[in-house]
């Protein structure tokens, strides 16, 4: 009997507890070093999955490995998981790690949006209010799309500038219905970078897991 009740405890638990994930989209993510050139190795390919219908998460996988990273916005929080290739390949959870707001590699106290062309934005970030040079900038292309914009972490930055960023983009914006289709940065340290995000197919993925 107390087996039988242990065995049903678990079960129920896995129930409870287990988490979902659909995907309807997949689309190449690219990212280039601008400058300064670094080897004969300066840009890289990954892929992200969305939900067309809900903005709330989407999924890196890392080139063509078996490891994948699901960022959940609403619950704050990134999924690590590993594609296991067996008879009936199925995703393993591995870890997830709650977003730290805790530091910020730049400080930033006020940040300006520029419209440079249709759906072209440049956002400019300073120290404060008095500061005269800017010590982060993000040019935006956007695309108009059917749903909310999906808050993509692409810099090499935490989530803290990240959140600031699209904040005062989608408060600049007439609306918030848009898709990145690149963003390029100037971390005015030397560096700049190219993201790109497209070629995008429909590709459905239901991914549930404990």
Not at 162 to 170: A, G, Q, R, T, V
Request: include cysteine; charge should be positive.
């Amino acid at each position: 009997m107390k087996k039988l009740l242990t065995s049903l405890f678990l079960l129920f638990s896995l129930f409870v507890f287990s988490q979902e994930y659909q995907f309807d989209k997949k689309c190449v993510s690219n990212s280039t070093r601008i400058s300064p050139k670094i080897g004969n190795k300066n840009s890289w390919k990954s892929y992200i999955y969305f939900n067309s219908s809900n903005n709330n998460y989407y999924m890196n996988q890392r080139n063509d490995d078996s490891y994948y990273y699901i960022t959940d916005n609403s619950l704050k929080e990134v999924i690590a998981l590993q594609r296991i290739n067996s008879e009936k390949p199925y995703y393993s959870y591995l870890d997830k790690k709650t977003f730290d707001y805790s530091y910020s590699e730049k400080e930033i106290g006020k940040i300006k949006i520029k419209e440079l062309a249709e759906d072209e934005f440049l956002v400019q970030c300073f120290v404060n209010d008095d500061s005269k040079k800017t010590n982060l900038e993000v040019k935006f292309k956007l695309h108009k799309s059917k749903t909310p914009m999906i808050e993509i972490r692409f810099m090499d930055l935490g989530q803290i500038i990240h959140k600031k960023i699209y904040e005062s983009l989608k408060e600049r914006l007439n609306g918030n219905n848009f898709w990145i289709l690149y963003a390029e940065v100037d971390y005015k340290n030397g560096y700049k970078f190219l993201y790109e995000f497209d070629n995008c197919e429909e590709k459905a993925l239901n991914l549930k897991f404990n």
